[in-house]
């Protein structure tokens, strides 16, 4: 864990060689641990470690999650935005912007409807 002065709500995780270790799961293996199938909500807000997560092994769960809320961190991390938009772009996603934050739709798992139908 690595706080680079960006405040305490946005400590990052690099590797090293600190005195301790912090097991970390991608999201295929969250996905096995608690028998899951599917994601219906995935919130992302992990101070640019979205570009790993969206360089790698995304195949193995992003086909099967329904809602990503992710806001990305380039200034954190650049390059963030681009490895997240190259890979929701081997989708069908639909994109909504609120804030900070990106809301992508899977459109062949779920329905999105305008204001008017809701």
């Known amino acids: 864990m690595v ?6 709500a ?3 995780v690099e590797p090293g060689n600190g005195n301790f270790t912090v097991r970390a799961y991608t999201i295929a293996e969250l ?3 608690t028998g899951k199938d599917y994601i219906d909500i995935l919130k992302i807000d992990i101070e640019g470690s979205e570009k790993e997560i969206f360089e790698y092994g995304f195949e193995e769960w992003l ?13 954190y991390k650049p390059g963030s935005s681009k490895a997240l938009f190259n890979t929701i772009s081997k989708y069908d996603f639909s994109l909504e912007v609120s804030g900070e934050k990106l809301i992508l739709y899977n459109n062949s798992l ?6 008017n139908n809701r």
Do not use: F, Q
């Open 110 to 115: 779920v329905s999105v409807y305008d204001n």
């Open 31 to 33: 996905m096995r641990l």
């Open 3 to 8: 706080d680079k002065g960006y405040g305490e």
């Open 10 to 12: 946005a400590y990052m």
């Open 63 to 75: 086909p099967d999650t329904k809602l990503i809320i992710v806001e990305p961190h380039d200034r």
